[in-house]
């Protein structure tokens, strides 16, 4: 993998920020876009723009073509049986609401229990409140380790035959933490449970195979893997996705509408209700083609040296704490903190250099109490990053430290 060859795919590294070449160190929020991408959606605007499944003249056909076509692609990537395991949606957060909304409204009741982490985002923490309360069911989390990694022994004893719903992301957005997925799936299906996985953060970096992993239900979103914002995958085994009614209604997902009543149509369709996100799913599919180019196994080992680089330079600065595992343990992923220097304030001096870091509580609060710190920093790697970058950052670190110590000191 030449890092430089790839760099020159992505226009918007090409540029000056505050006067400074960009180093972009934020792609857990989102990654940037290689040309092929961006070209896919332009020719899809200018050359096939039209509906899907709906018309017979030639650009219909073409769409449909595409956007179908983008199902499989998909599908082969995440190694699903078949592409009526995939639909397409707006993004993970969309996914693991539809579960919640459908698939728990329908099979959790009163004293059952939902199971999850205190790592987990937002996205897979309210759904899951939301309908313990709607239930009457009890949200139940797995303890972390001191190095915010979970014990395959506190999981055993967290899932028992009450749990209905297991759900854990594969890699956390803060502490770069790698979950053991298949096996807390075996003991989730041990106790008659089914294992939802939030994949936002392990789909782009590594390869994912559902079906090795025994996910009953896995999410991700396009944007993250260099595909365009407002698309992302719910894949679900087939007889669960049979099994659930949708929980969004209108055209396009119908079979047949009567005057007091309506079915469905099969899956995955009867899902994606309205005008689906046709350029999207070509973006998408585009997207997934760049990544299966470059190997996800080279991205990951490259990711994973860049962390392992930025850790070892970070741990040489006085006052700066890395939270989560060693550096052979996580993804490519370093959250920290300086001493005394607020994280909002780190970043805008790191932004004054060039440097895109992201600062906040990265949508889990729960782990920002048990971090027992408000906010932390937190630099992301890609495919496209370089030490050079690495070092740049470590930089403009000591830099804001000496600025914010003259000043306070």
Same mark, same amino acid.
């Given at each position: 993998?030449?890092?430089?060859?790839?760099?020159?795919?992505?226009?918007?590294?090409?540029?000056?920020?505050?006067?400074?070449?960009?180093?972009?160190?934020?792609?857990?929020?989102? !990654?940037? #876009?290689?040309?092929?991408?961006?070209?896919?959606?332009?020719?899809?605007?200018?050359?096939?723009? !039209?509906?899907?499944?709906?018309?017979?003249?030639?650009?219909?056909?073409?769409?449909?073509?595409?956007?179908?076509?983008?199902?499989?692609?998909?599908? #082969?990537?995440?190694?699903?049986?078949?592409?009526?395991?995939?639909?397409?949606?707006?993004?993970?957060?969309?996914?693991?609401? +539809?579960?919640?909304? !459908?698939?728990?409204?329908?099979?959790?009741?009163?004293?059952?229990?939902?199971?999850?982490?205190?790592?987990?985002?937002?996205?897979?923490?309210?759904?899951?409140?939301? +309908?313990?309360?709607?239930?009457?069911?009890?949200?139940?989390?797995?303890?972390?380790?001191?190095?915010?990694?979970? *014990?395959?022994?506190?999981?055993?004893?967290?899932?028992?035959?009450?749990?209905?719903?297991?759900?854990?992301?594969?890699?956390?957005?803060?502490?770069?933490?790698?979950?053991?997925?298949?096996?807390?799936?075996?003991?989730?299906?041990?106790?008659?449970?089914?294992?939802?996985? *939030?994949?936002?953060?392990?789909?782009?970096?590594?390869?994912?195979?559902?079906?090795?992993?025994?996910?009953?239900?896995?999410?991700?979103?396009?944007?993250?893997?260099?595909?365009?914002?407002?698309?992302?995958?719910?894949?679900?085994?087939?007889?669960?996705?049979?099994?659930?009614?949708?929980?969004?209604?209108?055209?396009?997902?119908?079979?047949?509408?009567? +005057?007091?009543?309506?079915?469905?149509?099969?899956?995955?369709?009867?899902?994606?209700?309205?005008?689906?996100?046709?350029?999207?799913?070509?973006?998408?599919?585009?997207?997934?083609?760049?990544?299966?180019?470059?190997?996800?196994?080279?991205?990951?080992?490259?990711?994973?040296?860049?962390?392992?680089?930025?850790?070892?330079?970070?741990?040489?600065?006085?006052?700066?704490?890395?939270?989560?595992?060693?550096?052979?343990?996580?993804?490519?992923?370093?959250?920290?903190?300086?001493?005394?220097?607020?994280?909002?304030?780190?970043?805008?001096?790191?932004?004054?250099?060039?440097?895109?870091?992201?600062?906040?509580?990265?949508?889990?609060?729960?782990?920002?109490?048990?971090?027992?710190?408000?906010?932390?920093?937190?630099?992301?790697?890609?495919?496209?990053?370089?030490?050079?970058?690495? *070092?740049?950052?470590?930089?403009?670190?000591?830099?804001?430290?000496?600025?914010?110590?003259?000043?306070?000191?």
């Amino acid at each position: 993998m030449n890092v430089q060859d790839v760099r020159r795919q992505f226009p918007i590294l090409d540029q000056d920020v505050n006067g400074q070449p960009l180093v972009y160190l934020d792609s857990a929020a989102t !990654s940037q #876009k290689p040309k092929q991408v961006i070209e896919a959606l332009e020719d899809y605007y200018n050359r096939y723009n !039209s509906n899907v499944h709906r018309g017979v003249h030639t650009l219909g056909s073409m769409a449909t073509d595409g956007y179908e076509g983008a199902r499989e692609k998909v599908r #082969k990537f995440i190694g699903a049986s078949s592409m009526e395991e995939i639909v397409f949606l707006r993004g993970t957060t969309t996914a693991i609401n +539809l579960v919640a909304g !459908s698939y728990g409204r329908a099979n959790v009741g009163p004293g059952d229990e939902i199971v999850i982490t205190p790592m987990e985002h937002h996205s897979n923490i309210i759904p899951w409140q939301q +309908l313990a309360k709607a239930t009457g069911a009890t949200l139940t989390y797995i303890p972390l380790q001191p190095d915010g990694s979970l *014990d395959l022994e506190d999981v055993r004893n967290a899932i028992t035959e009450k749990a209905k719903i297991v759900s854990v992301m594969q890699v956390s957005n803060v502490l770069g933490t790698i979950n053991p997925i298949k096996e807390i799936a075996e003991i989730a299906h041990e106790n008659g449970a089914v294992m939802v996985v *939030d994949g936002a953060q392990s789909v782009p970096h590594m390869k994912v195979d559902v079906q090795d992993l025994d996910a009953d239900f896995f999410a991700f979103s396009g944007h993250k893997m260099c595909g365009p914002t407002g698309i992302g995958v719910l894949y679900g085994k087939k007889h669960l996705l049979n099994a659930m009614e949708p929980i969004e209604f209108g055209g396009e997902m119908i079979d047949f509408v009567g +005057l007091q009543d309506s079915t469905w149509k099969d899956l995955p369709w009867k899902f994606e209700g309205g005008t689906p996100i046709i350029a999207g799913a070509i973006g998408l599919g585009a997207a997934i083609d760049f990544l299966e180019e470059i190997g996800l196994d080279n991205i990951e080992a490259h990711e994973k040296r860049l962390a392992q680089y930025a850790m070892e330079k970070l741990s040489k600065i006085d006052g700066v704490t890395v939270y989560g595992p060693g550096p052979n343990d996580r993804a490519g992923i370093v959250t920290f903190n300086a001493d005394d220097v607020h994280p909002h304030d780190l970043a805008t001096v790191l932004d004054s250099d060039g440097v895109a870091v992201r600062a906040g509580h990265h949508c889990a609060q729960p782990l920002m109490k048990w971090l027992e710190v408000t906010a932390t920093a937190r630099a992301s790697f890609y495919l496209y990053n370089t030490e050079e970058d690495v *070092d740049k950052f470590v930089d403009s670190l000591h830099k804001a430290k000496e600025y914010f110590g003259d000043v306070f000191g």
